[in-house]
């Protein structure tokens, strides 16, 4: 687990050393020199002055900026995935399971650059993939699994709706799933742009929302029902009257 490294700039402390933090440590660095900076002046010098660590330990965690570069989006997304968890419990601590509609509003919910730690997300996601699509160095596949992830979530939690009658039965939850989260990122990229404020891209969503439960006001709960094909009790977003 620990083992000496360089640290800092005072040369070798023998000390034991948690990797997987330090790893962490200079992930969120190069997260937050970015998002100042700009993804493509932030270099691995410019991280370990952020980090306050040596050059040298950056290179030993990770080889090259691209590395490291991938390293904090899949730390970003373990982030944004733990918010909408955090969201998602809010609710049950509310006394009441959290509905589809419940889990797939804090999804689109979290995407949105609301606060300083959402806007960075948004913005240092967007470099990424916009890097990535010029630049063979940048791994783009890791990102799309993340979409696709997500996508299969709300598509899960579209047909558990679906088959508990909350969402009309003419719409494809595949399609669905794919638009959400299409607009969600058009929805993140307004905002940070200046074209839309956090509220109004928040308004769309609950107006999409609505679309897709028209009689389901999210404060309203029925017995949970039965998801189709994992026989996985899952509760519906509706009241039964």
């Not at 010029?134 to 088959?163: E, G, H, K």
């Amino acid at each position: 687990m620990g083992q000496t490294v360089d640290e800092g700039y005072g040369g070798r402390v023998p000390r034991r050393v948690d990797h997987e933090e330090r790893r962490r440590q200079i992930a969120d660095a190069l997260v937050r020199t970015a998002a100042t900076r700009g993804l493509h002046a932030t270099g691995m010098r410019e991280v370990a002055a952020e980090a306050g660590v040596s050059l040298r330990l950056v290179q030993y965690y990770f080889g090259t900026k691209e590395e490291l570069l991938l390293a904090a989006m899949q730390q970003l997304a373990v982030q944004f995935s733990d918010r909408v968890l955090a969201r998602i419990q809010r609710v049950k601590e509310t006394g009441s399971p959290a509905s589809p509609r419940d889990v797939i509003a804090a999804i689109l919910t979290e995407g949105l650059p609301a606060d300083d730690e959402r806007s960075t997300f948004t913005l240092v996601y967007t470099a990424y993939l916009a890097l990535s699509l010029t630049d063979p160095a940048l791994a783009i596949s890791p990102l799309a699994r993340n979409s696709s992830v997500v996508i299969d979530v709300v598509a899960a939690q579209l047909r558990a709706a679906q088959a508990a009658g909350d969402m009309p039965s003419g719409l494809d939850p595949d399609l669905e799933a794919i638009s959400l989260l299409t607009m969600s990122a058009g929805l993140g990229t307004s905002v940070i742009a200046g074209q839309s404020s956090a509220g109004q891209a928040q308004a769309v969503i609950d107006y999409h929302l609505r679309r897709l439960f028209p009689a389901c006001p999210p404060a309203r709960r029925r017995a949970p029902v039965k998801a189709p094909a994992t026989g996985t009790e899952v509760p519906s977003s509706c009241s039964s009257s």
